[in-house]
């Protein structure tokens, strides 16, 4: 079986990210982020988002997102969120249990959320009978793989600022976001309005650990308890800082997402060249959704791994990684053609 496409969390760790574990562990350090590696590791993150951003190292990015929008909410907020977003379909209902909030799912076909779509949750403020809205939560790269501009970010953090919410960005992917946009992380966060980022490295090369990032230091004022009472209080977190000191200053992010984005790009050109097919949504990270026929799907799958994203249609994801090939997809594409 090849590598297959189904998750970019299938992959392995980048091996600078291995040696530069490898490195932590030679000596002790104080643990629960007292130490030397964890000081640079929030200082190169204050160099892409500014000076006085509060980075909290947490173990998953479901436990980046619960802790993040716990600094925004308490038990009687709403998030409003795309329906398919992580929080609402891939966390086991964790920001429910634990932030005690109600979820509102936004219908949308490319995963990204619009003032327009959020409007009609926008009610029931100051009345006592209706949780109160309070975050709006984006995915940047969305779960469709579709990115949101700089000025679609902006309209949202207006429109949540206006009615004094919050804007929440789950970045599990921020870096492939990164790369499609050709900009800096602050310029499509901070700089658009964005309140908290789940800023995630594991999809992208890392082996564990992802970052909350708060860019308002009232707002960050009891985070570190938020963080323990949450159960992502790493104790030996220098193995967590470690990795993030050569993702970032090495720019290892921007190297495997660049990657990622690239291989996905030649897996759609290949698969348009197929007619039976068709790609259902814009490739614009590293993911590739398509409608395929359904005799096809099992035998393809047993050669190369991928999930069935909608049963009905059917659609399929394809996700490529930091350590996809090109001779890996054009195997997947001729094994396409032979099946049909």
Partial sequence: MGKGFASDNNAGIHPEILKAIADANGEHVTGYGNDAYTDKAVGLFREHFGGDTEVSFVFNGTGANVVGLSALTRSYHAVICAETA???????????????????????????????????????????????????????????GTVYTPEEIRS???????????????????????????LPFRAFTRDCGVDVVSFGGTK??????????????????????????????????????????????????????????????????????????????????????????????????EKFFFYLWNEELPEVRWMTSFDTTESEIRDFAALIRSLL
Avoid at 94 to 106: I, Q, R, S, Y
Avoid at 114 to 141: K, M, N, W
Avoid at 170 to 179: C, E, K, L, M
């Fill in 156 to 182: 949202l953090a207006d429109l949540a600022h206006h009615h004094g919410m919050y804007l929440h960005l789950d970045g599990a992917r921020i870096s492939n976001a990164a790369v499609s946009l050709g």
């Fill in 204 to 301: 992208n090369g890392m082996m564990l650990g992802e970052a909350v990032l708060i860019f308002d230091p009232a707002m960050a004022r009891e985070i570190k308890y938020l963080r323990k009472q949450s159960m992502q209080l790493f104790s030996k977190m220098r193995f967590v800082s470690a990795q993030f000191i050569a993702y970032l200053e090495k720019e290892i992010w921007k190297k495997n997402a660049e990657h990622a984005n690239k291989m996905a790009v030649l897996l759609e050109q290949e698969i348009r060249k197929i007619p039976q097919i068709r790609i259902t949504q814009k490739v614009e990270a590293n993911g590739v959704f398509a409608v395929v026929p359904r005799h096809i799907i099992q035998p393809l799958q």
């Fill in 86 to 144: 992580h929080i609402q379909m891939d966390e086991c209902g964790a920001p429910e249990k634990f932030l005690g909030c109600k979820l509102l799912p936004v219908a949308s076909g490319d995963g990204k959320l619009t003032p327009e779509s959020v409007a009609r949750y926008l009610h029931g403020f100051d009345f006592e009978h209706h949780a109160q809205p309070r975050v709006i939560s984006i995915s940047q790269v969305t779960e469709m």
